[in-house]
């Protein structure tokens, strides 16, 4: 999670909003949304005396009848209260400390304590601490967007907003909390989680989160390349994943993610198959996503590297390292990940040539059914010409091993 909204812009939510009693309403929601490890996790908080809700996207999507993908719970015990409650719970983060209550190696629920926005910062004015404990209204105008802050109190079944969330929820509208363009600064990630929710959710972005993300977009650049990985992977492995790079790229944002990236046929088939899959349950790997976003770029390099080279085996290899070394400038990609991505793009052209002697080799390597769905891809979008490869190859795995595309592929463990 990112900045802290500042103690001005704290002040002025206030004024504008001239009460801050909250809005109370009743809702029981679909019992089989609703993760029974974190009712039992904010049930055992409160029992111990102390306050505590879901909050954040598990109420939004609970309320708009979603199933949510994690459960956030926030609370007034301190991090080390909490830590005490559970046996199978860690205290995790240095800026940010939270706790983890693990319910088995895969899963664990996350309980921040509320906190004021406030940061504290060495004399340098590096940030060393925006750890600074608050209360609830505190902890609603730290949020994102006014969908995003509302609390449920799973007790009472209320939902509570201070904030106009509700009213949002009801409208299909997505505004910030406070002042755009400061919120933005503070935390450029919000520009590209605005376009997320607007997708995700077929909502409306306000005016002033339009014109602010117009002016404030290339701060994204600020941000930390391992953090951008994360968002990458939230950007597009989900149903709409299509949808979210095109407005990213109406926004101009796609080119502080990928500026090596120009929008083609093969990125849209690409981005459509793997939400297909995500649809039916199936496997998906980032490394295919970044193998696609870059094609073309290593292609490009490609070419040029070939005037003077002669091996293509030593030129696809090189146009590849650069490629790759230009984009973890941006966006970084764990080592694992490179290595699939340059592996799927030097078997293409194995693939192409076809060669009956380097079948068996071919068929039994750990890359090929991902080069292999590459390829298809590729085939059905542009390059139409190697439709007769790509039918080759699928003709060729007959009898050989079940044609399950990308079932090989790595997942890593989430929330
Ligand atoms: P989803 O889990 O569906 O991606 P979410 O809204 O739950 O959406 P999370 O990243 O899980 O998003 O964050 C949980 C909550 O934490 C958000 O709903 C929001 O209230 C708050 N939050 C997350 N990131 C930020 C941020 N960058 N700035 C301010 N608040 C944030
Ligand atoms: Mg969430």
Known sequence: MGGVPSQLSIFNIFRR???????????????????????????????????????????????????????DIATNAKPEQVNKLFKRSRLIGRRFRLVHVMFSARKF??????????????????????????????????????INALYYDVR????????????????????????????????????????????????????????????QAPLLSNISPARLYEECIKLFHNEYGFKVYERLEKYDLLRHLFKQTRKNDFIKIALNNTSNRIKRNKPVTPAFLFAVFLWQAQNERYQIIKQKQKSVYLSMSQASEEVIINQIKQVSLPRWLTARIKETWMMQNRLERMQPKKMDDILSSKGFRMAYDFLVLRSQSINPELKSVADFWTKAQVGYKPLDTQSEYRKKPTK
């Open 156 to 215: 009472s079944e209320e939902v509570i907003d201070y904030i106009g969330g509700l009213e949002d929820i009801d409208a299909g509208q997505i505004h910030i909390i406070g002042e755009p363009l400061v919120r933005f600064e503070e935390d450029p990630v919000r520009m590209i989680r605005a376009v997320r929710f607007q997708t995700k959710l077929d909502f409306e972005l306000s005016d002033e989160i339009k014109k602010a993300i117009h002016k």
């Open 109 to 146: 629920l996350e309980v921040a304590t509320f906190r004021s926005g406030q940061v504290k910062t060495a004399k340098s004015g590096v940030i060393v601490r925006d750890n600074c404990y608050g209360n609830i209204e505190e902890d609603v105008v730290r949020r994102d967007f006014r």
């Open 17 to 71: 909003k001239k009460s801050s009693s909250p809005i109370r309403k009743k809702v029981s929601f679909d019992k089989k949304l609703i993760d029974r490890d974190a009712l039992k996790v904010v049930q055992t908080i409160s029992k111990a005396g102390f306050e505590a809700y879901l909050v954040g996207g598990c109420v939004r999507d609970l309320l708009l009848g979603h199933k949510p993908k994690d459960f």
